[in-house]
């Protein structure tokens, strides 16, 4: 379920003692357990490079080739130097942007996923915000009438985003909504007919429709997001409302809010201007920890419609035994993932200082 | 009639009250107490109970495939393809004809299959990395507690991927990914426990009478390490099922004509708009089976470990 999300505020930069520390001392030990993780996530992809059962050798010369020109690949890539040197050399490369050649598209795989990320970004942060406007009202609803039925509706959805397998949720939406009821379009990010119109500047379609004051691509762009945003978002949504609901709830039991009641305010600066203000640092981390969740977990998502992202991208290659560009997605959604992590655990601590 | 039913309620009344007496004359009364207190806690838990009836009737249905079902689910009948659920046909048919019901109900075993074969890995891992770095400490703690740390941040589904990309795709490789995948929160959990256990005076008192420390940890702390990890690992149960359909549906996991139930999506998908059963029932199994197994966590928690639960 919110596999490690509960436990990494308290889990990273371990090693503190009881005195309290500085924040610059905070910092380090996360941006050191960041270095560490990066260095265990290449190790891990180097291995899982070299073990792979396509030899690297054939996927470039071939089969026909001569034992010459094998031999002389086999050096070029390095294959005879022993493996704490080549794995020194793949850190090196990966050091400066250079993730191989992807043989499926023959480009640079750092430029293949330069072309896919943003829409993997987009789908996420769409995703992520429906969690949020959404999510965050209704766990703090739900906190507040604990027991009474804003708060079994959190608790059903909850376990809906959290037992419904999202591929198929995907395709049953598109039945519905796409092929029989025809509110939203059909897979892809854009109608056939706009394609190649829109200028790519972020990457992100509908800004950089909304730049070219192309409003009806626009249109079409949005009306194609809403569902695989929506269905991604059930997922957000879930674990954002139950999270929001239980620090409520803890808010909720403190004396300070008792203080607040019996001075006289209103039940709605009770709840939101203090005891959701405590709760605000606390959601920021959850939701950082969402969004790291919806850029990998985008993968099944987009495959169901067909959303040209960095999950797809890796699918497919993955089907053509194209591991340079397996790997370097892995790298890169990796690093984001563990980035967004390490970033809103060191938010959190820099607001509170108690985390420290 | 009346002396027989008086024996039975005799005897249940007896049983009631050896599961309840104050002083348990032996270990196993004792043992059995603990499990019956539990239950009564357990049941009185509406929403567990949905869970716990789920998850068993998954294992019955898995242990009673050959006399639910007419056929094993894998011969094609192309006379009978994609019909509608009849009478004959519960659930329709596939693009070979092969009855959806009895592919769903074969295809449970393989469900039952990944869960415990992913269990049965990450368990004992999780467990014997935990408390060894909870119970040693220092150096070996830090050590085994940083590899963890590494695994518990990568992003899991990804890794899975591109482990099944250098294993190739079959369903023990899937099982073999998410394994890899799974296993660090059960370490962390474990340590936990350990950490706390390490100090007791019974643990002393074994080290004072000579027993090893492979013997302490296996005998003593491990047992005790258990309950939670039972716990993490039935609320993961939905996550590892809807992990491993995710890899079968996208042609990683069991492959063809295996009766998988992300693969069975994956396959019926072209035929959504005109059949929209062939994909549709394969993916309200999955769903109410990790529904059973979420619902069946919670109430395991709220009973084993009050604390954590909201």
Redesign the interface.
Known sequence: ?A??AT??PQ??G??SGPAPRSFARAASGVLF?LL??FL??TA??FV??R???VDPVLAIVGDRASQDVYDKVYQDLGLDRPLYEQFGRYLWKLAHGDLGVSIMTTNPVAEDIVRFFPATMELATVATLMGVFIGVPMGVLAAVRQGRWPDHIVRVVG?FG????????G??A??IFY?KLDWVAGPGRLDVFYDGIVEPVTGILMIDAALMKEWEIFRNALSHLILPATILGTYSLAYIARMT??FM?DQLNQEYVLTARVKGLSEWDVIWRHAFRNVLVQLITIIGLTY??L???S??TE?VFAWPGIGQY??IS??N?D?NS??G??IV??VS??GI?MLSDLLYKWVDPRAR | MNERSAAVSMHGVGLRDWLLSNAPHSGFQARCQRFYLAWLIFRRNPIAMIGLVITLGLVLVAIFAPWITSTNGLQPELMNRLQPGSSEHWFGTDELGRDIFDRIVWGSRITLYIVGLVGMIVVPIGLVVGTVAGYMGGYVDNVLMRITDIFLAFPRLILALALMAALGPSLENAVLAIAVTTWSPYARIARAEALTIRNSEFIMAAQMQGASTAGILYRHVMPLCISSVIVRLTLDMAGIILTAAGLGFLGLGAQPPTPEWGAMISTGRQFLLDQWWVPTVPGIAIFVVSLGFNLLGDGLRDVLDPKSGE
């Open positions: 379920m596999e490690g436990s990494i889990s990273v371990s090693g357990t560490l993780t265990g996530l891990v992809t899982i490079g073990v792979m059962p376990l959290y037992s419904v397998p999202v591929f198929w949720l395709m049953v598109l039945l092929a609901r239980s709830l790291a969740s850029l990998e977990g993968v099944l495959t890796i699918t993955l089907f035994s591991m397996v790997l997605g892995t959604v990796g993932f563990i992590n």
